[in-house]
């Protein structure tokens, strides 16, 4: 099969699709991989160690995407690539469409067959593709919160620790799951107040035996949301219903009740966010405030620490990428349950529950466009 890897072009994201190491197991299998000129230069993979690897370095984006059979990259497409899609193309990414119908329409229009890593599930029903990227948004959610915190940043000028004879910082933590179990993991590290709000109480119950004590933990409701946010200097958004976009947990008037200068860092923003205030911005234009509360909803936080997060994705991404390519997808996606809700769009039919769903549109299960 021929594998294309482009250059991500979303604003200072600077991960890659496919590393080295990987694109040498490809060709060692058989298969041709396309790399854009720098595509994981900024990631520390520069071109050579691809060409080292068997890969052909390939000079403009329409190369790739041209050729190959299957596109591998990181994040949903930006309105630039639109042009490149085509009927019968593999999209291997990250997708999000739930909170894209623009995006969703154009797939759909020009047949692509596109596998969300979002909602990719493994045998123990976990989301084997997000989770790397989850733990380093959750851990990253606390250092860049703890940084907008600082006066200079617009923030109340709370240190997250406190010191002996000052109070640490309160941090609420909305979702329970991978973003908010690292998140809480940093905090309580560095010393804050941690309270953590979900749904699901036997999570409750699993965080609660984890973090021995340190971690508050609090039922997700509106008056225990309302007070929790309150109380807070540092709120982080993790929550998540596969594929669909973010239910608003936290209130525009929650958030005009919060302390002036207190920071929502709301990591759930590809997902349409699950803060009603929250909109997505850049690495360039990371945060804004509403009601004297600074938000901070970059969409691809992982993007500004490449290194770690190329390799943490592609190990998570690559065994995928190899029965991808080895089988082809329709068969791929026919031996494997779990990879097949990934599959959001196929050759002109929405494929996704949730997305659907979250659009009011019609959809069709993966394995009735798959038999
Ligand atoms: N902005 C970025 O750069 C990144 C964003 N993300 C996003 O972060 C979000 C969270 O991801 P994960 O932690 O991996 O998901 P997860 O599925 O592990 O956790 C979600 C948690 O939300 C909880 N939840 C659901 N409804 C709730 C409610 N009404 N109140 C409180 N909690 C509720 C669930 O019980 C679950 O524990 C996703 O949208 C994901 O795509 C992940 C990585 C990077
Ligand atoms: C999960 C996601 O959207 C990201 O890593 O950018």
């Known amino acids: 099969m021929i594998i294309g890897v482009p250059k ?14 990987g694109a040498k197991a490809l060709v060692e299998a058989g298969h041709v991989v396309l790399v854009e000129t720098h595509a994981g230069t900024q990631s520390g993979f520069p071109d050579h160690e691809y060409q080292d690897a068997g890969a052909e370095i390939v000079g403009e984006a329409g190369n790739v995407w041209a050729n190959a059979e299957t596109v591998v990259k990181v994040k949903e497409p930006v309105e630039k690539e639109y042009v490149f899609f085509r009927e019968g193309l593999v999209l291997f990414t990250y ?44 851990r990253m959610s606390v250092q860049v919160g703890a940084s907008y915190l600082e006066k200079e940043k617009g923030g109340r000028g709370i240190l997250l620790g406190g010191v002996p004879g000052v109070p640490p910082a309160n941090v609420c933590v909305i979702g329970g799951g991978i973003v908010g179990t ?13 309270t953590l709000v979900d749904v699901n109480l036997n999570r409750l119950r699993e965080l609660d035996d984890l973090f021995l004590g340190r971690l508050h933990t609090l039922a997700s409701n509106s008056y225990n949301v309302g007070r929790a946010t309150r109380e807070a200097d540092l709120v982080i958004g993790g929550v998540l219903i596969p594929g669909a976009t973010a239910p608003k947990i936290v209130t525009h008037a929650m958030v005009s009740k919060m302390k002036k200068g207190a920071v929502i860092v709301d990591v759930a923003i590809d997902q349409g966010g699950c803060v009603e205030t929250a909109r997505p911005t850049s690495h360039s234009d990371p945060s804004y405030v509403v009601d004297g509360v600074v938000h901070y909803c970059v969409t691809n936080m992982p993007g500004a620490v490449p290194h770690t997060s190329t390799l943490a994705l592609t190990n998570a991404t690559f065994p995928y990428l190899m029965r991808i390519a080895n089988l082809g997808a329709t068969e791929a996606l026919k031996a494997d349950a779990g990879l097949a ?31």
Do not use: C, F
Request: charged share 20%; no cysteine; proline share 6%.
């Open 182 to 194: 690292n998140a809480a993991k940093i905090a309580v590290g560095m010393g804050a107040h941690v």
């Open 95 to 138: 997708l999000h469409l739930a909170p894209l119908p623009e995006l969703t329409n154009r797939l759909l229009e020009k047949k692509v067959i596109g596998i969300a890593y979002e909602t990719v599930r493994d045998r123990a029903n976990t989301l084997p593709l997000l989770t790397p990227m989850s733990e380093v948004a959750g």
């Open 341 to 371: 809700e990934g599959l959001n769009v196929w050759k002109g039919q929405l494929t996704h529950r949730g997305v659907a769903e979250s659009q009011g549109r019609e959809w069709v299960a993966p394995a009735s466009v798959l038999n």
């Open 8 to 21: 991500e072009i979303k604003d200072h994201e600077a991960r890659v699709g496919v590393t080295p190491a």
